[in-house]
């Protein structure tokens, strides 16, 4: 079957560091895509990775385990900019994309 | 990056009418364009994938008679929403795949918000 899961919400402090969490049970799994939407905005791309390890880029990371079927996203040097939905996104053989529900990152100052 | 548009932007309407909305690709050649639809505090929830040239692929669930596309070029996909209702109001969003990329990364446009009175 298909499944994705992630937290609901997440907060933390600006000026921190956060890691989203997020599983996922995908059929011809063809790698992991993570975006951010601000509310009332579609979705902009973030990462993808579709090998094992951790992919960085400035002060947002992703890291992969295929064999645990597990990614997580890590922010780094939180800003209050940084508050949004995070959603993470499996894609199939067919380049069909599973969404998560996204998580709701909230930020204090 | 790649550009996508869509258009309108948002758009008000009486229950019974049909609304059209636009999505292109702007600088690059999409053969798949997805569409999607996304209320208030949900994630997104593919309605149908729509490939040039060809049938779209609907979701479990959504009208195909309801929800019309047409994918007439590799730059341009468009969704009727026909006789909508205020259950129809939403989010739409739409996406294209460039094929030219090896990650096949969809690119989202900045969305239509329809709201059915």
């Known amino acids: 079957g298909q499944n994705i899961d992630q937290p609901t919400e997440m907060t933390a402090t600006e000026g921190a560091i956060v890691q989203i969490n997020c599983t996922y049970q995908?059929?011809?799994?063809?790698?992991l895509f993570w975006y951010q939407q601000h509310a009332g905005e579609a979705p902009t791309f973030l990462s993808y990775?579709?090998l094992d390890g951790l992919e960085e880029k400035g002060r947002f990371s992703s890291f992969l385990s295929r064999s645990k079927g597990y990614s997580y996203l890590l922010l780094k040097e939180l800003q209050m900019k940084d508050s949004a939905s995070y959603l993470c996104?499996?894609?199939?053989?067919?380049?069909?994309?599973?969404w998560g529900a996204g998580t709701k990152l909230i930020i204090k100052p | 990056g790649a550009v996508v548009s869509q258009h309108p932007s948002w758009v008000i309407c009486k229950s019974g009418t049909s609304v059209k909305i636009e999505c292109r690709s702007l600088?690059?050649?999409?053969?798949?364009m997805f569409w999607y639809r996304q209320f208030p505090k949900q994630s997104l929830m593919l309605m149908a994938t729509?490939?040039?040239?060809?049938?779209?692929?609907?979701e479990q669930g959504v009208e195909k008679d309801k929800f019309l596309i047409n994918h007439a070029s590799l730059t341009l996909s468009t969704l009727t929403v026909t006789s909508a209702h205020p259950e129809d109001s939403s989010f739409y969003i739409c996406?294209?795949?460039?094929?030219?990329?090896?990650?096949?990364?969809?690119?989202f446009g900045p969305g239509t918000r329809l709201t059915v009175l």
């Open positions: 996104a499996s894609q199939d053989s067919n380049y069909q994309l599973i």
């Open positions: 990775n579709v």
């Open positions: 600088d690059f050649q999409a053969t798949t």
């Open positions: 995908t059929s011809g799994f063809n790698g």
């Open positions: 729509s490939n040039e040239g060809s049938k779209a692929t609907y």
């Open positions: 996406s294209a795949r460039d094929v030219s990329l090896s990650y096949n990364e969809q690119f």
